[in-house]
């Protein structure tokens, strides 16, 4: 390329970027929502085939205020919109079972036993935006029918053996014979010791099942049997367990006759893989698999941030960005505009928005350019390399990965349990 053919090349470029950006842009602000009751109830963007999904499940990145807000009201609208009354969560079976009581009893102590947890591990889960959101869920039950109340699925991985235990006390109740030979089970994960969990969990399930101890019929059962299950996976890879919760529970509750809705980190409900096809998610192994036949029926809803904060534990960050003499620090180096990290054509999103606003954008809608393109996200070098997430697997598009995308602008970042 000659220099007058180059200087010719490079207006023209500049003229291209310009009018894709413009094309970008305008489909945005025609399939744009913003996230409150009243917006989504009379949205004509999200329509029939919005409605039409089983699985309704949103990415965040911990840490940051809004997404709690979020949380809860796309929970609650999809309640009230499509019966919506299971929330699948990134917790466990035995955090989910306390949030459960709590959310019928109402005895605070509960919900502390769950956040205590999470407060003496510095996990971004310990904040009191999250813990005041379960309260809301709980007030919200009480404005429903019976039959419509939420309540919660836990399919992480165990998180804490000992609640396990406790757990497993509870449902073992009445059942003398089991409990006195789950004995050493129970003492091996008030211990944490997880060769002894694997090797007890499993001698009993294998003793149980040859003398039909556990009824394949009672739910009570089913759950001692789910419970144990954890406990010989205990250190099974963390994505795949949560694949093979939810398809237990989606076989043994019978979710196929129910939508459900998820609030999970970001990673967790990309529906493609990710980092070169290297990384899967979830949610990918659940579209996958043909006996659950959830492939196009799962709506992945992603939220991009700008301008706001995130709450990370301080011993975590670099010296230069700690707030000495704190456990949790406020950074806003996260967003998705920089300085860390750079989604491509954020801009357009930005565009399509105001200041303080939390817009929901439908990305694959007929005519949107998003349909034949990949967004690359870049990073800074200070990055850790473990700490990246491209989505940049071969011959795929940004709507093989998400759906719908949420701009979250302007956040404060949650607020930390302090004890």
């Known amino acids: 390329m000659n220099i007058l053919e180059k200087l010719l090349y490079i207006p023209a470029l500049l003229f291209t970027m310009h009018a894709a950006a413009q094309e970008n842009q305008k489909y945005l602000q025609s399939h744009a929502v913003v996230v409150n009751n009243d917006s989504l109830a009379e949205s004509k963007i ?13 990415g965040e ?85 019976p039959t419509l109340t939420i309540h919660f699925e836990g399919i992480d991985q165990i998180q804490n053996p000992q609640l396990v235990a406790g757990y497993l006390k509870d449902k073992l109740n009445g059942k003398r014979a089991l409990l006195k030979e789950a004995k050493v089970l129970l003492a091996a994960l008030y211990d944490k010791n997880d060769s002894v969990i694997v090797q007890e969990s499993t001698a009993l399930i294998k003793q149980w099942d040859k003398r039909n101890a556990l009824s394949a019929t009672k739910n009570q059962d089913a759950d001692i049997r789910f419970a144990l299950i954890n406990c010989m996976q205990i250190s099974s890879p963390r994505e795949a367990q949560m694949y093979k919760n939810f398809k237990s529970l989606y076989q043994s509750r019978n979710w196929s006759a129910e939508k459900l809705y998820g609030f999970f980190g970001f990673a967790h409900v990309l529906a493609a893989k990710a980092n070169g096809g290297r990384s899967t998610s979830f949610v990918y192994m659940l579209s996958q698999d043909p006996e659950l036949n959830l492939q196009d029926k799962i709506a992945s809803i992603g939220l991009l941030y700008v301008d706001s904060k995130m709450t990370t534990p301080t011993d975590a960050l670099p010296m230069a960005w700690r707030q000495k003499g704190t456990r949790f620090t406020a950074i806003g180096q996260y967003n998705h505009d920089g300085p860390l990290i750079r989604l491509e054509d954020i801009e357009s999103f930005k565009s399509a928005t105001k200041q303080r606003s939390v817009t929901l954008f439908d990305l694959a809608s007929a005519g949107s350019p998003y349909l034949t393109r990949s967004l690359e996200i870049k990073y800074a070098d200070i990055m850790p390399v473990s700490q990246r997430l491209l989505l940049n697997a071969p011959g795929t598009r940004i709507t093989d990965y998400l759906h719908y995308v949420i701009l979250v602008r302007n956040s404060a970042a949650t607020n930390p349990i302090r004890e």
Do not use: C, M, P
């Open 61 to 145: 990145i911990h840490g940051i205020q809004k997404g709690q807000d979020i949380d809860y009201t796309l929970l609650t609208f999809l309640n009230r919109k499509l019966n919506v009354r299971t929330y699948v969560a990134e917790v466990d079976f035995a955090k989910a079972y306390l949030l459960n009581q709590y959310l019928k009893t109402g005895d605070e102590g509960l919900i502390d036993s769950v956040f205590r947890d999470w407060t003496e591990q510095n996990a971004q889960w310990a904040n009191t935006d999250f813990k005041d959101k379960i309260r809301k869920i709980r007030r919200y039950n009480k404005t429903v029918k």
């Open 46 to 58: 999200l329509g029939q085939e919005f409605y039409a999904h089983q699985l309704f499940i949103v």
